[in-house]
């Protein structure tokens, strides 16, 4: 599954500073490390997809997994993170832009 699929809906689960600094187009944040993460993502709508990252893939990971056990059934962790993903030369954007 693409990230860039319709309706698919993109997860950055990095901290805000970061986020700040870099971020892929269109994708929200919610800092997995922050207290009460599983209780704002469990709002979430489960029938969704979501594609979900961090800086490398750990937190991602993570995520994906307190997501799993709240119900979510379609969840993609962007392996490698965002370092990956500029490596690749794929688009970022910032707040700022």
């Known amino acids: 599954m693409k990230i860039s699929e319709p309706g698919v809906i993109l997860l950055d689960v990095r901290t805000d500073l970061e986020f700040a600094q870099s971020h892929l187009q269109s994708s929200m944040n919610l800092d997995v490390l922050k207290d009460g993460f599983a209780s ?12 979900v990252y961090c800086r490398s893939g750990k937190r991602s990971v993570d995520a994906c997994e307190v997501m799993s056990e709240l119900g979510f059934k379609s969840l993609y962790n ?20």
């Open 40 to 51: 704002m993502v469990s709002h979430f709508d489960k029938s969704k997809s979501y594609a």
């Open 78 to 97: 962007l392996s490698g993170g965002i370092i990956e993903w500029i490596e690749a030369g794929k688009a970022i954007t910032s707040k700022t832009e």
